[in-house]
């Protein structure tokens, strides 16, 4: 199939029929249902759900975050995180120190146990995602982050760009 090299990127794609993209957004429900079964395993022994995976997961990667860094990240309430995060907390999964400069600032880190967790659990997930990388190759997985950073709204995008220009730290 001949592609117009002189179409802008993306104007090519514009064929796509409404029964295509229903196939592409059902297959996003199911990709999102097997990129989560292995960790929603892991959290149900714990009574965990997917808001403490979230939070255990960005506390991770970036280690001192504070409890507003962290709403903006999640996108949740504070209400919501601060039941989250007392659970971690009572659980000794995560610790919450006041800040030095402004104590009015409370600044999240894994504690071994909640380092523990969050290994088993990105652990999971990276094995999904390097079998489904390794049998789509190297153009297909370029081309879904494409994908998936064109679905980001532009702060959203920001906070992502963000967060993958800093290192792992493993």
């Known amino acids: 199939m001949a592609s117009d090299t002189t179409a802008p990127a993306g104007r090519s794609l514009l064929f796509l029929t409404d029964d295509q993209l229903r196939k592409g957004i059902e297959a996003m429900f199911f990709a999102y249902r097997g990129f989560t079964a292995d960790p929603d395993r892991i959290l149900a022994e714990k ?9 255990i997961h960005f506390i991770h990667r970036s280690p001192g975050t504070t409890v507003n860094n962290l709403l903006s990240i999640l996108g949740v309430t504070k209400q919501s995180l601060n039941r989250v995060l007392r659970t971690l907390i009572a659980d000794g999964l995560v610790s919450s120190t006041v800040g030095a400069r402004d104590r009015r600032e409370r600044h999240l880190h894994l504690t071994p146990e909640g380092a523990a967790l969050e290994r088993s659990l990105s652990d999971a997930q990276r094995e999904r995602m390097r079998a489904a990388y390794r049998a789509a190759g190297p153009a297909a997985v370029a081309g879904f982050r494409e994908v998936l950073e064109a679905m980001m709204d532009d702060d959203m995008r920001r906070q992502y760009q963000a967060l993958v220009d800093q290192p792992d730290g493993r």
């Open 47 to 55: 009574n965990y759900g997917r808001a403490h995976h979230r939070a």
